[in-house]
T-cell receptor
């Protein structure tokens, strides 16, 4: 089955800096890659996703890049703010009707003012 | 904005007892999921449900687990005889039936503590 590895496990940055979180996946049939943000005591919330027919997607300060050949994808957050502090999970799934998500282990991002 | 809701937010039970975790998915969604997250670990898939039957389940989802959609709105996860290692956060998620609509919307979770 699919295996998703995520690095780093923790990331501390200063407000205004950029943050990059990287994930690799094992199943070449996976073609949907969402990123979720989980704040303390809450469920994961989708922040951005990418499908394998594109290499990059951007939404304001957040961008995701995908390298299908290398089977890795990354989350980029620019101009970080303290409210970006949370745990971020990458995930992968196949474009089946049921889209089971396989998650990475998560990255705790801490943005210091 | 529509959201997935879950009750209770926290459930404490004794080992061997049965628990039922409840979820109300977003109203027009047809695909439903349960995931769990042991403290400090990643979110793990348990089961997916569509058209009143299980469509996929993981190795974690053994005979002690069952899911049900008893009416048009609720989606439940039952653990028949809880074990200490069942202590985790359980998340329900739902997804739209739309073609290409992969996004799963997660509820806030139920924290299950087995003593």
């Amino acid at each position: 089955g699919e295996n998703v590895e995520q690095h780093p496990s923790t990331l501390s940055v200063q407000e205004g800096d950029s943050a990059v979180i990287k994930c690799t996946y094992s199943d070449s049939a996976s073609n949907y890659f969402p990123w979720y943000k989980q704040e303390l005591g809450k469920g994961p919330q989708l922040i951005i996703d990418i499908r394998s027919n594109v290499g990059e997607k951007k939404d304001q300060r957040i961008a995701v890049t995908l390298n299908k050949t290398a089977k890795h994808f990354s989350l980029h957050i620019t101009e970080t703010q303290p409210e970006d502090s949370a745990v971020y999970f990458c995930a992968a799934s196949k474009n089946s009707g049921y889209s089971t998500l396989t998650f990475g282990k998560g990255t705790m991002l801490l943005v210091s003012p | 904005e529509p959201e997935v809701t879950q009750t209770p937010s926290h459930q404490v039970t004794q080992m061997g007892q049965e628990v039922i975790l409840r979820c109300v998915p977003i109203s027009n969604h047809l695909y439903f999921y349960w995931y769990r997250q042991i403290l400090g670990q990643k979110v793990e898939f348990l089961v997916s449900f569509y058209n009143n039957e299980i469509s996929e389940k993981s190795e974690i989802f053994d005979d002690q687990f069952s899911v049900e959609r008893p009416d048009g709105s609720n989606f439940t996860l039952k653990i028949r005889s809880t074990k200490l290692e069942d202590s985790a956060m359980y998340f329900c998620a739902s997804r739209s039936p739309g073609t290409g609509e992969n996004e799963q919307f997660f509820g806030p979770g139920t924290r299950l503590t087995v003593l």
